[in-house]
């Protein structure tokens, strides 16, 4: 070996040491400590397939308590690097292969969906749910399937997916951009625990109180507390509304929320404009205003056509910036009604 290939073999190799890459295949003994550390796996047998182009392997893994067959993926992958990483299919193999006994007596509730071009949400426990009651429900449902899981292996985990069924949603989808309908389905990926429906609830509440109030949506509206609502004004992470006055100096305004930086819903904007004492006809779903300059402008959640939503200026279509949601912008806000406002969350 010249002198030249020597140096660059040492280079390489001080590289690796500095930086823990993992360039040699994965042995038998590390996968089976990866199962162990993983899903506390050890009575498994193991098969290799290799001879990938790329110098990644596949490992076959029978589960032979649980009758499961998997796969474990040895990655080689470049980056800024050499190195590799391991993945599997186990979650999904061991769910997808007892779908019948974990959604035994809520087939018609439930329903398992083949989510495997996600390695870390391969498989989605979908449900739907009309209102707080509804999703009470479904998470004493929820419990019972985690449970069943947990007794198959305390390891493994399975993300639900609650959807909510809102009567406006067609019309929303229609024109809005996706990440406005996220918050109508709420995932996350979790094992079993004692109080696991409760978590459940509670996590998904928390964006239905929050859809409720940052829409003033009034079906939903109805179904929640004053003490849902205060709980969700009152969070740290809560994105606020101030009127600047001509000083720099800042007032709160309490109540108007949003969860999108410089922008009101048209529900916080009719808020807003009750607030600065505006003659405001209607509710917060469709309702008329006046402003300073004599315009009359009316905010619809209704006022949708083919290219978004719309209001009306003295009776004329008039588009906003967020024609594709539901948003007036702070800009906007100052130039109809004069008011400069920051939405953002306090420091």
Request: net charge negative; with cysteine.
């Amino acid at each position: 070996m010249s002198k030249k290939h020597t140096f660059l073999l040492l280079v390489i190799l001080t590289a690796i040491f500095l930086t823990g890459c993992h360039i040699l295949p994965y042995s038998n003994l590390e996968i089976r400590k990866y199962l162990w550390d993983e899903y506390g796996l050890w009575r498994v047998k193991l098969s290799c397939e290799s001879g990938e182009q790329d110098g990644s392997r596949i490992w076959t893994v029978v589960d032979k308590k649980r009758d499961t067959t998997f796969h474990v993926y040895d990655n080689l992958y470049f980056d800024l690097t050499i190195d590799r990483s391991l993945y599997d299919d186990y979650e999904f193999a061991l769910i997808m292969n007892n779908r019948d006994k974990l959604l035994e007596g809520y087939e018609d509730q439930f329903e398992l969906i083949d989510n495997s071009d996600n390695s870390y949400y391969p498989v989605l426990l979908q449900f739907h749910y009309k209102n707080l009651a509804d999703l009470r429900a479904r998470c004493n449902d929820l419990e019972v399937i985690y449970k069943r899981l947990n007794k198959l292996n305390s390891h493994a985990s399975i993300t639900y997916t609650g959807i909510l069924d809102f009567q406006r949603r067609e019309l929303i989808s229609s024109f809005c951009d996706e990440y406005i309908l996220d918050d109508f389905e709420i995932s996350s990926k979790i094992q079993y625990s004692d109080d696991i429906a409760e978590k459940i609830y509670e996590y998904i509440k928390l964006f239905y109180v929050w859809q409720a109030y940052n829409y003033q949506w009034p079906e939903l509206l109805a179904d929640v507390t004053e003490d849902d609502i205060t709980k969700l004004l009152n969070d740290e992470d809560m994105i606020c509304t101030t009127i600047v006055h001509s000083d720099d100096s800042e007032e709160l305004v309490p109540g108007v929320i949003s969860y999108s930086y410089w922008d009101l819903t048209y529900g916080n904007l009719y808020l807003f404009l009750k607030y600065c004492g505006f003659d405001v006809s209607g509710d917060a779903t469709h309702y008329t205003v006046i402003a300073p300059s004599g315009i009359e402008y009316e905010f619809s959640y209704d006022f949708v056509d083919d290219e978004g939503a719309y209001i009306l200026a003295n009776g004329e279509l008039t588009r906003l910036d967020s024609y594709d949601s539901y948003y007036v912008s702070t800009d906007e806000i100052e130039e109809f009604f004069g008011y400069k406002l920051y939405v953002r969350k306090l420091l």
